[in-house]
């Protein structure tokens, strides 16, 4: 077999198009759950799939998914796709060289006259990223069956508002329980991304091959205090929260550091504080701190010492302390012979590739709970992402669908 040639240039357009359709401008992209900005990329990218000959459905939990009848259709289909999501003030190819990549793939196999056994499915997953109800991955933990409905239904988005609220107004319906996916559902599962790290860049190599996903845990700490007159309370009456926080974000700093391993990471990216006045003593801060190793063992070890740091600051400070772990999965292992359809799909592209594991997280991780799954990488300019400059060339962008391409066709039969 031969890579299939791919039209890199409809390709590159279309991820120029997408990003425009975002709440900050380009080449800023701003793409929040079930926001008017993301419905509206919901039907762009559904029209695209339309286009291309897909049969569209919506789940109970949003994931739009476009279908590729295979020769025999009662045979467990393979899927691709990723997220069209994005954090504030983010890159246009986060996700998007996923499942616009993932398209063009399709519609290049399409083009050479394969006609897989198995039919092929596109999915756009439901908020890969935590932004609006602080819990990542929700359209692919639905599909694989790893959240309750009870862990579901406490979620609150800043508004107050629930996920069924959000889903209503986004005109999403039915049953999310029934969304769920029985294992053998999907015979495999490729997800095509960007790198977001250094390391296909620096090493020269254009694909990786991507063996293991990092382990992912989000952990709030709410600290309360009295509050008060910035003037009128004197420094020793004082009980403020965010010098309890400094403390936390010195610990989680200190706690990643000092693991033992470079693979763990600690980050505490979201800060919220009451009333936020200049003049007055902080009542309220929440701080969602994001902690991940390739190794779940040491990075619950680090969870714990930093969960205890929390408690020290609170009761130095004599504020009062709250936490709850909003997510602490487990990583995630490729399938071998997904593995290999990708390296065989790179020897067949003559493309050089490179075993890796990820760092950032993907749907691939919940994924692979329910069938045979792997991702294919391609550099990240300077390694940047969750940035406006975050930057893929539309040849690393081609390179990474010829490979998904002869992957899907191989698993596809
Ligand atoms: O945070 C992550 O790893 C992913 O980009 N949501
Ligand atoms: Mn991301
Ligand atoms: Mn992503």
Partial sequence: MSAVPVDGARLDAEIEELARISDTPYPSVTRVLFTDTDLR?????????????????VDAIGNV???WEGTDPAAAPV???????????AGRFDGVVGVLGGLEAIRALMAAGVRPVRSVELIMFTAEEPTRFAFGCLGSRVLAGVVDDARLGRLRDADGLTLDEARAAAGVGGDVA??????????AFVELHIEQGPLLEAAGVPIGVVTAIAAPATLRVELSGAGGHAGAVLMRDRHDPL????????????????????????TVGLLTLEPAAVNSIPRHVRLDIDIRDTDEARRDAVLERVRAAARDAAAAQGVTHREEILNA???ATSEPAVLAAIEEACAEAGLPAMRMVSRAYHDCVFMARICPAAMVFIPSRDGISHRPDEYSSPQEIADGVRVLAGALRRLAG
């Fill in 41 to 57: 990329a919901r039907a762009w990218l559904t029209d695209r799939m339309r286009d291309a000959g897909l049969e569209v459905r």
């Fill in 65 to 67: 998914i476009g279908r």
């Fill in 79 to 89: 899927a691709t796709g990723s997220h069209i999501d994005a954090i504030p003030d």
């Fill in 178 to 187: 029934a969304a769920r996916l029985a294992p053998g559902d999907y015979a």
């Fill in 243 to 266: 010098v309890a926080a400094a403390d936390v974000i010195r610990a989680v700093d200190r706690e990643a550091r000092g693991s033992g391993a470079e693979d763990t990471v600690g």
């Fill in 329 to 331: 999965d487990g990583p």
